[in-house]
């Protein structure tokens, strides 16, 4: 038996309707991902509220747990559904009177649990008080779920920064006692301790109350407490008796004489810790990470290896206190324990919340549900505009940088660490930092930039609703202007351009299109990943280095290139930044002169990033990073103006994923301090070609 379908209604965050909070569960593991208050805890809650959970902790329903809309007045009626599919010969025995079943001929039975509570103002006395009923049925006019039948529900739940340590060690309520009291090797292994037998009784065929007993008996009977009590009865009760009512002590251990009590109070004298091995003493040497490993493992026994129960574990956040290198060890672990088949034949059903992106990245997609504003979007097949081979592909490449697009309120995909370094940066300096809106930016490394495009897209949107999460993925257009061929020596002056089918060309013209094929060519580019708040920006010309110095910072570029090339010679200190920058300043006034058209000007500038020994983008753009934040933050330039300068699908990439931008309400920034790159009186009116 496994939860398939949750509804929530009028709790928390969650309103009611097309408002409400609905989700289809799979068999296995279900991790539940998404930023804070999106509605992760509130969800875990509904599920603790209608189930309850096996440490017996009684979760309360508050007047502040019914919905308030932004307009109107607070709910007064919170409704939990949840349909309980794939129920076993046993389950259907337990939950008979209960279940529900199909219209269709032989289909299996639902249970099916509707929680309802009410808010009732006062009881006529003053006092607030909340009724709550489990209702049954399809439309929850069946039976009401009795407190029996509620108990074999119970699931195990390991709250947010929970105190492993203190759960696993020795006391009364111990939960290490729960635990093992549950265990079929201690309910059922062994035989009870009979004095009769004593003496032919191997200590080893007892049961864990039976040891009990027999320590017991051996306490009682050792000679120091038989020789006290026969001293305490003969050389004082007795004296002090009457003929007809004689008084004699009994020394015995304390405890409960029921055989279910006793073995819990035995337990509880049980303690678990970690050490380097069954013998060692060095209890001490494991911290938190570790001992919340060992936590999760017992409670992971005792679901695994127990006949009957409802097989359900919740964990708010597994990665508390763990190291990113156990975040990923422990989620294969809990993949792996879904799995496997219980000895009655069920699987254990694991939903875990978390804000780890190294979980996320090591969970299949199938498995991953994003939360946001109180919605759920599963991440399986058939939720999302992702196809079969866009998972396969995703299962290899989602990795932990790429995950945290899970965490975000907008994302900037892009295709390599160039953009990764600089649009950041130039989003912070026109007044959009990506920090302040909460932007990821996630790089692929040039391949598959539209399937993470798509993981955001749905399938169903006019039902599912919208995320919200505004998602940009910029690319190149990867055509080159005429000139570039010729420039670049991919061929000789004077020689015509290859067909385009020719085994030697992998490259493209702007001559190869017309206007209506390169406009066709955008915009099959940009429908690879679009729809609800995704779209994909495509660069004007031809990669974003090249559209930069195109859209007017070709001086920048320029200089940018030429501190690259010297990368290596100004770490070891053998050149400045300086002294590499005033140089190339003077030979960019030197190509000007030469008055080039345009698309040549900035092939030319551009040509060192390409070729057999090409400079790096990567350091090419770190230099570039520094050079805008020195030219364009006042006094000597301003956001106005970089904006002014980056070409047009930047500016709309940005925009989406952030805010508009009002160029009168740039923000203005303070002057940097230090300036290594020196630049002409007059920026503004010089930054262009």
């Not at 006042?634 to 930047?650: S, T």
Request: aromatic fraction near 6%; include cysteine; glycine fraction near 8%.
């Amino acid at each position: 038996m496994y939860i398939s379908a949750v509804k929530i209604e009028n709790f928390r965050t969650f309103g009611e309707g097309i408002s409400g909070f609905s989700l289809a569960l799979r068999q296995g593991l279900t991790a539940i991902v998404g930023e804070n208050d999106a509605g992760k805890t509130a969800f875990i809650d509904a599920l603790r509220l209608v189930l309850g959970t096996r440490d017996q902790e009684t979760l309360r329903i508050d007047a502040t747990d019914f919905h308030q809309p932004s307009e109107g007045a607070r709910s007064t009626e919170i409704r939990i559904r949840l349909v309980f599919s794939e129920l076993t010969s046993t389950d259907r025995h337990a939950f008979a009177e209960y279940l529900t079943y199909g219209s269709a001929a032989g289909s299996k039975p639902d249970l099916i649990v509707t929680w309802v509570a009410k808010r009732v103002e006062s009881d006529g006395v003053g006092r607030r008080f909340t009724p709550v009923e489990w209702r049954t049925g399809a439309n929850a006019d069946g039976p009401l779920l009795d407190a029996g039948a509620r108990f074999q529900l119970q699931v195990t739940y390991l709250r947010p920064l929970r105190d492993a340590e203190r759960a696993m060690a020795a006391g009364r309520g111990s939960r290490l006692a729960q635990i093992l009291q549950h265990t079929k090797e201690i309910k059922d292994h062994g035989l009870g301790f009979d004095v009769e037998t004593l003496a032919t009784l191997d200590p080893k065929s007892l049961s864990v109350l039976g040891l009990g007993d027999y320590a017991n008996h051996l306490i009682e009977t050792s000679h120091g407490v038989k020789t006290t009590r026969q001293k305490l009865n003969d050389d004082y009760l007795k004296p002090l008796s009457f003929s007809t009512d004689p008084l004699a002590a009994r020394v015995r251990i304390s405890g409960h004489r029921e055989d279910a009590v006793r073995l819990r109070q035995l337990l509880e004298k049980l303690e678990v810790s970690l050490a380097t091995d069954e013998l060692a003493e060095d209890a001490h040497a494991r911290g938190l990470g570790s001992n919340n490993i060992l936590f999760m493992a017992c409670e992971l026994l005792l679901l695994s290896t127990e006949a009957g129960g409802f097989p359900l574990l919740l964990i708010e956040e597994p990665e508390a206190h763990l190291h990113p290198q156990r975040q990923l060890r422990l989620m294969a672990f809990l993949q792996a324990r879904a799995e496997v088949a219980r000895p009655d034949g069920q699987r254990i059903q694991i939903i875990v919340t978390t804000h780890s992106p190294n979980l996320a990245s090591d969970i299949k997609l199938d498995n991953l549900v994003l939360i946001r504003n109180g919605r759920a979007f599963s991440m399986a097949q058939g939720e999302t505009k992702l196809t079969k081979s866009d998972y396969r592909f995703l299962q290899r490449f989602l990795d932990v940088t790429k995950s945290n697009l899970f965490f975000a309120r907008g994302v900037m995909i892009v295709e390599g660490d160039a953009e990764n370094i600089l649009l950041p940066v130039i989003a912070t300096l026109v007044g959009r930092d990506f920090g302040e809106y909460g932007v990821s930016v996630v790089n692929v490394g040039g391949v598959g930039l539209s399937r993470y495009g798509r993981i955001f897209l749905r399938e169903r949107p006019q039902t599912d609703g919208e995320h919200g999460i505004r998602v940009a993925c910029v690319t190149d257009m990867d055509v080159m202007p005429d000139c570039a061929a010729v420039i670049l020596g991919k061929i000789k002056d004077g020689e015509a351009i290859p067909d385009i089918g020719s085994s030697s060309r992998r490259w493209r013209v702007e001559a190869d299109y017309t206007e209506a094929t390169y406009r066709k060519r955008h915009d099959d580019i940009r429908q690879k990943a679009h729809g609800p708040a995704v779209e994909t920006f495509v660069a004007d010309k031809w990669t974003l280095e090249y559209d930069l110095a195109h859209a007017g910072l070709a001086k920048a570029i320029y200089v940018a290139i030429a501190l690259a090339d010297a990368d290596e010679r100004i770490c070891e200190g053998k050149v400045t930044r300086k002294v590499i920058a005033a140089q190339a300043l003077k030979l960019f006034d030197a190509l000007l002169a030469k008055q080039m058209p345009q698309d040549a000007l900035c092939t030319t500038i551009y040509g060192p990033l390409t070729g057999s020994n090409p400079v790096s983008k990567t350091i090419m753009a770190q230099y570039l990073s520094e050079v805008l934040s020195n030219w364009f933050t006042p006094p000597k330039g301003g956001p106005k103006e970089l904006w002014q300068a980056l070409p047009d699908y930047i500016r709309r990439a940005i925009e989406h994923v952030t805010a508009p931008v009002v160029e009168a309400e740039m923000a203005t920034m303070a002057a940097v301090a230090d300036d290594p790159f020196p630049m002409p009186d007059n920026v503004p009116a010089t930054y262009r070609l």
